[in-house]
T-cell receptor, first 115, second 110 residues
Framework: GAVVSQHPSRVICKSGTSVKIECRSL??????MFWYRQFPKQSLMLMAT?????????EQGVEKDKFLINHASLTLSTLTVTSAHPEDSSFYIC???????????FGEGSRLTVL | GENVEQHPSTLSVQEGDSAVIKCTYS??????FPWYKQELGKRPQLIID?????GEKKDQRIAVTLNKTAKHFSLHITETQPEDSAVYFC?????????FGAGTRLTVKP
């Protein structure tokens, strides 16, 4: 199947710093990518839909100034957690929508720990 | 918007038995229903999917059924093996808007 790569897989940072997570579709062009947050033993919570060349669409309750999303090309979307705090610690996963079929392929996930 | 409910939240079966996970959805416009398997700390992996023009689909030990009228779909795993142990998520999608169920933690006891 198609490959989506997410980086970094783990990041530990101090409170107040910003962290950028990258999501790349390696073998297809994805006009739409999605960002999720997953708490332990819980489901994938959609944070935002990232559309190439336009502003991301955020889900209700997700702060757009806190979680900056940039989808600058058809193969790359980035999520920046700004001024991270311990409560932002979580597992963040991206997915890319395969053209026409709409199938989703997930990145490996990024575990963020904010000290 | 779409709302997907998934049951049960946990399921424990003996190796060799069958496992069934059920989901309901609310948006009649949803037309794509994938199932994902997620092992601890890893990415969800698509295991099977079904589109709204089909009522049933099978792939070896895994099958999915869809009842559009009742807005529910189910995952069936036969001859379960310990390596089937994982969290399974159903999802429903309409126009690139995919929503996930809460997940089912399946444990297959050897």
């Amino acid at each position: 199947g198609a490959v989506v790569s997410q980086h970094p897989s783990r990041v530990i940072c101090k409170s107040g710093t910003s962290v950028k997570i990258e999501c790349r579709s390696l073998d297809f062009q994805a006009t739409t990518m999605f960002w999720y947050r997953q708490f332990p033993k819980q489901s994938l919570m959609l944070m935002a839909t990232s559309n190439e060349g336009s502003k991301a669409t955020y889900e209700q309750g997700v702060e757009k100034d806190k979680f900056l999303i940039n989808h600058a090309s058809l193969t790359l979307s980035t999520l920046t957690v700004t001024s991270a705090h311990p409560e932002d610690s979580s597992f963040y996963i991206c997915s890319a929508s395969f053209p026409r079929s709409g199938e989703l392929f997930f990145g490996e996930g990024s575990r963020l720990t904010v000290l | 918007g779409e709302n997907v409910e998934q049951h049960p939240s946990t399921l424990s079966v003996q190796e060799g038995d069958s496992a069934v996970i059920k989901c309901t959805y609310s948006d009649s416009a949803s037309n794509y229903f994938p199932w994902y398997k997620q092992e601890l700390g890893k990415r969800p992996q698509l295991i099977i999917d079904i589109r709204s023009n089909v009522g049933e689909k099978k792939d070896q030990r895994i099958a999915v059924t869809l009842n559009k009228t009742a807005k529910h779909f189910s995952l069936h795993i036969t001859e379960t093996q310990p390596e089937d142990s994982a969290v399974y998520f159903c999802a429903a999608s309409s126009n690139n808007d995919m929503r996930f169920g809460a997940g089912t933690r399946l444990t297959v006891k050897p």
